[in-house]
């Protein structure tokens, strides 16, 4: 399963940016799609995440910021970042957990995406 991001850049301060991620390949469902993050110097964190069922989850620094969604025809989850501060300036990522088609079988997958650039400017 691969994933592919997009919709980073340059912005800013209290700009608005929309990323997206598509997932494809041999899947059989997605469970949960994540938005991580990672500054330099920094660990990499969990930013929001959506469940199959839509159930939605915010780290405290974006909750209130962003919102997560996802199209399920299209195997893609989407994060609108809005009101954007230079604290929000990172690689982020995109990663999907399920189940996959492996031969005439399925099993688990976390796939990632390969980052898109965040920079917010004051």
């Known amino acids: 399963v691969q994933l592919q991001a997009s919709g980073g850049g340059l912005v800013q301060a209290g700009g608005s940016l929309r990323l997206s991620c598509a997932a494809s390949?041999?899947?059989?469902?997605?469970?949960?799609m994540n938005w991580y993050r990672q500054a330099p110097g920094k660990q990499r964190e969990l930013v929001a995440t959506?469940?199959?069922?839509?159930?939605?989850n915010y780290a405290d620094s974006v909750k209130g910021r962003s919102t997560i969604s996802r199209d399920n025809a299209k195997n893609t989850v989407y994060l609108q970042m809005n009101n954007l501060k230079p604290e929000d300036t990172a690689v982020y990522f995109c990663?999907?957990?399920?189940?996959?088609?492996?031969?005439?079988?399925?099993?688990?997958?976390?796939?990632w995406g390969q980052g898109t650039q965040v920079t917010v400017s004051s």
């Open positions: 390949g041999s899947i059989f469902s997605i469970n949960a």
């Open positions: 990663n999907a957990e399920g189940l996959g088609y492996g031969g005439i079988t399925v099993a688990d997958f976390s796939s």
């Open positions: 959506i469940t199959s069922g839509t159930k939605t």
